[in-house]
């Protein structure tokens, strides 16, 4: 398995940008495809964006605002966040899994705060 540790979340008023940041450790050639979910205070968590080598995917709620990228040597993934608003704030958690979904690791999240 990986170990997986978010950065980058933090206070930013409406239409802000924030970008996170996921560093991953461990078996990382194993990774087929990483993810971010949140969870917001009450709220289940939810799918925010995927990449894997068949390409990108998002939740409806972020397209367009928000982009997934992993870095190529394939230990960084992140997320940039453009024109946020109050119902993106959230713990954000960044996951990964090899391509045979034997396991599904996740890191600790970063908390994002949209707020004036």
């Known amino acids: 398995q990986v170990q997986l540790q978010e950065s980058g979340g933090g206070l930013v008023q409406p239409g802000g940008s924030l970008r996170l940041s996921c560093a991953a450790s461990?078996?990382?050639?194993?990774?087929?495809?990483m993810v971010w979910y949140r969870q917001a205070p009450g709220k289940q968590r939810e799918f925010v964006a995927g990449?894997?080598?068949?390409?990108?995917n998002y939740a409806e709620s972020v397209k367009g605002r928000f982009t997934i990228s992993r870095e190529n040597a394939g230990n960084m993934l992140y997320l940039q966040m453009k024109n946020l608003n109050s119902d993106d704030t959230a713990v954000y958690y960044c996951?990964?899994?090899?391509?045979?979904?034997?396991?599904?690791?996740w890191g600790q999240g970063t908390q994002v705060t949209v707020s004036s």
């Open positions: 461990g078996t990382i050639g194993n990774i087929h495809a």
């Open positions: 990449i894997a080598r068949s390409g990108t």
């Open positions: 996951g990964a899994t090899p391509q045979d979904g034997s396991w599904l690791s």
